[in-house]
């Protein structure tokens, strides 16, 4: 719990106590959760709990995912911190799914777990077509439960291919991933898994689809519809260089191999590290975002615990495209079912319109997706962003004003939208046990 001052006693009667603070209310929301900071309104404890707000029919969230934004400096990642130490206490696990930053490698420390680096040279491999626990005791399954589960891991598959296939650009076109792309695919994903012993989905690594693009087998090319080999190897040619360029390209080494980590799922917190690719740009480091969510994805049901699945800097991943923007998409409809809280970090609303051109579907898309984050933490902002804030997040003068004044105001100052209610929040830290593990700050002082 965070350090608070001491209580100040008095003592009055209830007609007098409205003299000394009026217009002061209770809080609309109840003491559950995990309590961070003050609620400027009533003096009273915060408290954050998106299941239990999502549970409840008399508050407006129907979905638990959070959106965070703020000017740098202005307290974000600290807040994010904060909250997962405190959801630890109810059972709550963390999985941060990409760190360009290395943000939390002390908070994994201090709970004795070592984030795992992911880059060029490095040992850690991590396949994006792991089945994951779907394909546990796949033999002992019926052929009903069977398919049923291998809708769900092609699906995934297809998705991730898909996004880090059209990723990729031809001057200033991306690749364009079609229907007749995708059943092609999809044919590769079948054959792949069928030709492997029928008593167990095995995982599939990247570079077993390029060898069945670039060596199709005569049952392929039939069950596509292709009149023969060579018409087959012309039309698919720029599929074939795109997905060769996943294995031979900045990702050589990396996501193209069996997972070689053992990750500790019943340790609180969990943190693959991107910060060794941000060398390698933008567009890396997103493609990178895309791998480890498919990857977390297909692990989430390996705990059985509830989890906060925390997506760093996402506007990188947004800005690779309509691919790109759907498996995010995906991710946060699915939080719901899967019992997860997804929290999505950003500087400013207006960073979901790059994922694509003016009135593209891609930016359409990711305008869409601020209404799937029912909560969101609004941190300072400057006044140049007011009308991203009216007009993106459906804010009101009063609440606009709150951001770019009151919150910059000071750090860990931030406009907590519960749906439509609104509440000034600021965050509390303890000096000795917290704040040196959120302060970010920290590397500008050493």
């Not at 959070?66 to 059972?91: E, Q, T, Y």
């Not at 991306?174 to 079948?190: F, S």
């Not at 190897?233 to 031979?248: E, F, M």
Request: hydrophobic share 40%; with cysteine; glycine share 8%.
């Amino acid at each position: 719990m965070a350090s608070r001052p001491a209580v100040k006693r008095y003592q009055m009667t209830s007609d007098q106590a409205g003299v000394f603070w009026p217009f002061l209310t209770a809080s609309p929301l109840p003491p559950t959760g995990a309590p961070m900071g003050t609620d400027m309104s009533n003096g009273a404890t915060f408290y954050v709990d998106p299941h239990g707000w999502v549970l409840n029919d008399a508050i407006p969230v129907t979905n638990p995912n959070i959106f965070v934004f703020g000017k740098p400096g202005r307290g974000k990642s600290a807040w994010v911190k904060a909250f997962l130490n405190r959801m630890f206490a109810f059972g709550y696990q963390a999985l941060i799914l990409g760190d360009p930053k290395d943000e939390y490698e002390l908070m994994c420390r201090h709970f004795g777990v070592e984030p795992f680096a992911i880059g060029p040279g490095m040992p850690t491999r991590l396949n994006p077509l792991d089945p994951g626990p779907l394909a546990t005791n796949w033999g002992q399954l019926d052929k009903e439960e069977q398919h049923r589960r291998q809708a769900i891991i092609f699906g995934r598959w297809l998705v991730l291919l898909r996004s880090l296939i059209g990723s990729q650009s031809i001057g200033d076109r991306k690749v364009a991933v079609g229907p007749t792309e995708e059943q092609v695919l999809k044919a590769v994903l079948v054959e792949l898994t069928h030709t492997t012993d029928t008593r167990e989905l095995r995982p599939i690594v990247i570079p077993q689809v390029w060898q069945q693009l670039h060596s199709p087998s005569d049952h392929l090319i039939a069950e596509l519809r292709y009149p023969d080999r060579h018409t087959f190897l012309d039309d698919t040619r720029l599929l074939r260089d795109a997905v060769a360029q996943l294995i031979s390209g900045v990702f050589a080494g990396i996501f193209d191999a069996p997972t070689t980590v053992t990750i500790d799922w019943n340790a609180p917190i969990q943190s693959l590290s991107l910060s060794r690719l941000m060398p390698l740009g933008d567009d890396a480091v997103g493609m990178a975002l895309m791998c480890l969510n498919s990857w977390g994805t297909a692990m989430r049901h390996v705990s059985g615990r509830r989890r906060i699945n925390v997506r760093d800097e996402v506007w990188r991943q947004l800005r690779l495209g309509t691919g790109a923007v759907s498996s995010f998409d995906a991710d946060l409809r699915l939080s719901r079912s899967h019992g997860d809280i997804e929290i999505a970090n950003a500087h400013k609303p207006s960073d979901y319109l790059g994922a694509g051109h003016a009135g593209s579907q891609a930016q359409q898309i990711a305008k869409d997706l601020l209404h799937l984050g029912d909560i969101k933490v609004l941190f300072g902002q400057d006044a140049e962003v007011a009308d991203d804030l009216e007009q993106l997040l459906e804010l009101g003068p009063v609440a606009r004003d709150i951001v770019t004044g009151w919150a910059m105001g000071g750090k860990g100052r931030a406009l907590i939208a519960v749906g439509p209610r609104l509440h000034k929040v600021a965050l509390t830290l303890h000096a000795d046990l917290e704040l040196p593990l959120t302060d970010t700050n920290q590397k500008l002082q050493t």
